[in-house]
């Protein structure tokens, strides 16, 4: 038998529920992986090893009395430090909220923890989900599992390298232009953003309101569909939540794609991609063909846009978000007799350089005289590059194409350059703008041994049709289960 | 387009921000080469394109305006870096 910590999440909940092992064996399994190899990864934060150790025990209690238990019952998790979760520590990867302790937990978690899951602790990010890399970290750069002198991605890179690694079976992330897709990618595990205002918001530190969403890392498809079905659904704690009915996905056993349209735009095999990853992806969308799914070529003409629409709005979000840390409430407060200079000096000292960075370009865009140069010419391109989703999904049912133009770099490599490292997200971030899922499922690895992940885009709230098709991939082929020697 | 001194001064002020003459100096390059990119948008003509405010499609909800449970007040203020009693403590705000 697979060691506990190799097991995929529907295997742990099996063996919990046969008896095979207990919760305590499988959380401690687990406690001590990030025991042994989280000091070369550092993919976490903070460790919760007791309370995980205590509420696996109350797991194993609560089976052993009850045979109706909750489905997920002492399965353990690890959970990106932008979500609150009551009496842990919460930092969003700054140094602004060092010792924050929040009273409350965001609901995302909370149905988790609802359906029996312990958090096993709280994993690293960039400062406030800003970056690609984790190196905006205000407190360590997370390394690759696959190769630990490069980036794991980002920003949920700790949860990326947690899952990789086998410190955790599933993490959660968040998604704001492509930080749950883009570190699944390099590092090489499948990760889901939904639907905008498909899951919850309430206790996730805010970055750009109308773009956050809460999605999940996991070892397959299969796994995440898991979460999702959980998480998913109406939160009268947050109003942009939908009240659309919650479809659970229920996947096939059967790998079969007859009857589905798959869409390929131009604008995703460009120069500036790595050959292996459009080898990989063009490969793996071969394999969708196989299916039966039928392949056409597609066109999204105002792809190349996306990436300064986000970085007028996304700025501008956080700008009006991050206005909250003032040293008033709570966090750091870097005193002074003058009120605002005690803002000035706190958000100064307390503040990273890339956060610092987007406050000001986002201030710059909504300042008097700017506004509509900047910001107004930015939410009517959104629209043009919403509309070119809109009219593919007219012809199509899923689109396709690489989540990354690269595989994972260097750690440094692009630090210097906040433009360059932007340029990670060009193919995550146009999805993100338009509000529509998407998943990323490793397709190969390139010459070098680091991992390729494909993204599938679908209308939104088609999440099911998205599932479905990408863990068709995952029953035809064997590059989800490939696990790095670390 | 390309940002002066005085502009990074004025946008740092604005965010309330305060700033070392290195930072000041690096993001005034850095923030003129991001609009440089950005001013890409101004090509397009969106005339008849309405701004697209968010990402949701079903338009705003209200509820009613009921009272429910607020969160307990100590709560709240645990991590208040300064507090007197049941209130945050900051310097004087008015003269």
């Known amino acids: 038998m697979a060691e506990l910590h190799e097991l995929d999440l529907r295997q742990a909940i099996e063996g919990l529920k046969q008896g095979d092992f207990s919760s305590r064996e499988l959380t401690a399994a687990f406690l001590q992986r990030i025991e042994q190899l989280d000091g070369a990864l550092q993919a976490f934060l903070h460790v919760a090893g007791e309370q995980a150790l205590t509420q696996a025990d109350q797991a194993d209690k609560q089976r052993g009395e009850n045979r109706e238990a909750p489905p997920l019952l002492g399965v353990p998790l690890a959970v990106k430090d ?49 970056g690609s890399s984790t190196e905006n970290s205000a407190y360590f750069t997370t390394h690759n599992p696959w190769d630990l002198e490069r980036v794991p991605g980002g920003s949920s890179g700790g949860s990326a390298a947690a899952v990789a690694g086998g410190l955790a079976p599933i993490a959660l992330g968040t998604d704001t232009g492509g930080s749950v897709r883009q570190p699944a990618a390099l590092s090489g595990v499948s990760g889901l953003r939904p639907t905008y205002g498909r899951n919850s918001r309430y206790g996730l530190i805010a970055f750009g309101s109308s773009l956050d969403c809460v999605g999940v890392l996991g070892r397959s498809v299969a796994d995440i569909a898991i979460l999702q079905n959980v998480m998913a659904g109406r939160d009268p704690k947050d109003a942009s939540t939908s009240d659309r009915p919650v479809e659970t996905a229920v996947l096939q056993k059967k790998a079969d794609l007859k009857g589905l349209t798959i869409g390929v735009p131009n604008e995703y095999f460009i120069a500036g991609v790595q050959p292996a990853v459009e080898a990989a992806v063009r490969a793996a969308i071969q394999a969708l063909a196989d299916m039966g799914a039928a392949v056409r070529e597609i066109s999204l003409p105002h792809t190349e846009y996306a990436l300064p629409v986000y970085y007028i709005l996304a700025p501008a979000e956080a700008s009006a978000n991050l206005a909250r840390f003032d040293g008033v409430r709570y966090g750091l407060r870097v005193k002074d007799a003058d009120v605002i200079e005690m803002f000035k000096r706190t958000r100064g000292e307390g503040f990273g ?134 | 387009m390309a940002l002066s001194k005085k502009d990074v001064d004025h946008i740092a002020h604005l965010a309330r921000l305060h700033l070392s003459d290195a930072e000041k100096a690096r993001f005034r390059k850095q923030l003129s080469d991001i609009l440089a990119h950005v001013d890409a948008l101004q090509s397009l003509d969106t005339t008849d394109v309405p701004a697209m405010s968010g990402a949701i499609f079903e338009g705003s909800r209200l509820r009613e305006d009921i009272a429910g449970d607020a969160m307990p007040r100590e709560d709240l203020l645990r991590n208040a870096p300064d507090r007197e009693n049941n209130q945050f403590r900051v310097p004087p705000v008015l003269d």
Do not use: C
């Open chain 1, 82 to 130: 932008v979500l609150a979760v009551a009496d842990m520590p919460a930092t969003a990867g700054s140094r602004i909220l060092e010792g924050f302790l929040p009273s409350y937990t965001a609901t995302s978690v909370q149905r988790l923890l609802d359906a029996g899951m312990l958090v096993l602790g709280k994993t690293n990010t960039d400062e406030f989900a800003m």
């Open chain 1, 353 to 486: 350089p890339e956060v610092k960075r987007r406050i000001m370009i986002g201030t710059y865009a909504l300042s008097a005289g700017y506004y509509d140069t900047y910001y107004g010419q930015a939410q009517k391109v959104r629209t043009l590059i919403q509309r070119d989703f809109e009219a593919a999904f007219e012809q199509v049912d899923l689109i396709a194409g690489p989540t990354t133009p690269t595989t994972a770099f260097r750690i440094g490599e692009h630090s210097d350059d906040p433009l360059e490292m932007y340029l990670q997200d060009v193919f995550t971030l146009p999805s993100s703008l338009a509000g529509i899922p998407g998943i990323s499922v490793p397709v190969g690895f390139d010459e070098g041994g680091l991992p390729i992940g494909m993204q599938l885009f679908a209308p939104h709230f088609a999440e099911t049709k998205l599932l479905q098709a990408a863990h068709a991939y995952q029953m035809t082929t064997d590059w989800h289960l490939k696990r790095p020697s670390v």
